[in-house]
């Protein structure tokens, strides 16, 4: 998609117009009545402008429409078999990035509808299901004439189990569970996008290593926007995303995550298999706080998408820590698994495979201790919201 310095320059203008589009928002949601007010698990006093979900897509669609507009005008004129090749390399993915920025689309426009009067929770999930599913499968069917468009993980599964049926289930699974993963953990400030970043960053720097050119230009435009929106979101904030943007987030990163190869050229499923557990453990924190919350809401008798204080954040502020040191620990302990997964696809040995697990174990087991702190009890209002 992108090489060198290309990679800066999108990203430092996907920063500077998400800085600037998050301001706006600051400035007109209020206006509008698109705030979120206090309620009882909310730790905010006062109404809170809503509307950085419309500053991270926004700049993300406007900023990739860019590119691939350059491209195709670069593609007419280049003169140079390298640049062709990029050029033509990212305008075979250009069917993948409309049906990619329609699905991330209706899951925004869902996001905004929510953030506006709150959805039901199995509505929610069988919509980010449907739309997760209809993109699936138009690449599945798209891969017919263009391999490079499919979007799938597991694919060595195809010839063991009748086709690729189970293949694009787990894929489903996968990115609905890291859309959920995002929403849940935007439950302080700064927080779930912070840990974006720091996940998006991992994969980025994993992906330029094993030349996963498109992936990783799509993260740095993605890391962009992002931080553009962190810089007004970091506590204390000014502004948050909503779901309209927590959803977005989580569906982008499941996505990418889904498109990267992370075995290097030179290897094959047989001999480092390992290499695909990359984004469980660079994904480790998120996934670990949907399941554990999720575990106690059901022990609870309560539905898993109720809203409450059961978070890895909320307990270590219940254990003394200011909510900027709770949102600063949790993305050191993101970085922690992220560094180790970025290494792994260059680990040659089932040893060196399996420290690496080992490592990302450990680190969750000082999360699990962290957590250590008497349960809040149970809400008397019943929120749907994560």
Request: proline fraction near 5%; include cysteine; hydrophobic fraction near 55%.
């Amino acid at each position: 998609m992108m090489s060198g310095w290309s990679f800066f320059f999108a990203g430092g203008l996907s920063f500077l117009l998400s800085l600037v589009l998050t301001r706006v928002m600051i400035w007109v949601s209020p206006k509008i009545g698109f705030v979120d007010k206090p309620g009882h698990r909310k730790i905010h006093a006062n109404p809170k402008p809503l509307g950085g979900g419309v500053a991270i897509f926004w700049t993300m669609a406007l900023v990739v429409g860019t590119v691939v507009a350059a491209t195709a005008f670069m593609q007419s004129v280049s003169a140079t078999h390298q640049a062709f090749a990029l050029q033509q390399g990212l305008w075979q993915q250009v069917p993948l990035i409309v049906a990619m920025g329609l699905a991330t689309l209706a899951l925004h426009v869902m996001g905004l509808c929510d953030d506006r009067r709150a959805m039901g929770p199995y509505s929610k999930l069988l919509i980010q299901l449907g739309v997760t599913a209809a993109l699936v499968i138009a690449m599945e069917l798209l891969a017919q004439h263009t391999p490079s468009l499919r979007l799938r993980v597991l694919t060595t599964l195809d010839a063991h189990v009748g086709g690729p049926w189970l293949s694009i289930v787990v894929t489903v699974m996968w990115i609905a569970a890291i859309t959920n993963a995002f929403n849940f953990l935007d439950n302080m400030d700064g927080l779930s996008a912070g840990v974006a970043v720091v996940c998006a960053t991992a994969f980025f720097v994993a992906a330029v290593s094993i030349g996963q050119i498109f992936v990783a230009g799509a993260l740095s435009i993605f890391i962009g926007a992002v931080l553009g929106f962190l810089v007004w979101n970091f506590t204390p904030s000014r502004i948050f995303m909503g779901d309209s943007g927590s959803l977005v987030l989580g569906f982008v990163l499941g996505v990418l995550t889904v498109k990267t190869t992370f075995l290097p050229e030179d290897a094959n499923f047989q001999t480092q298999w390992w290499a695909v557990l990359a984004p469980v453990i660079v994904l480790a924190v998120p996934l670990y706080d949907l399941v554990v919350v999720s575990i106690i809401r059901l022990s609870r008798g309560h539905s898993p998408f109720r809203g409450d204080t059961n978070h890895f954040s909320h307990r270590l502020v219940a254990r003394g820590m200011s909510r900027r040191t709770a949102v600063l620990c949790i993305y050191l302990v993101s970085a922690a698994t992220s560094i180790a997964a970025i290494v792994l696809p260059q680990v040659r040995s089932e040893l060196g495979a399996l420290l690496i697990v080992i490592q990302t174990l450990l680190v969750l087991g000082v999360v699990l201790i962290l957590e250590q702190h008497p349960l809040p009890q149970p809400e008397l209002e019943d929120d749907q919201r994560p």
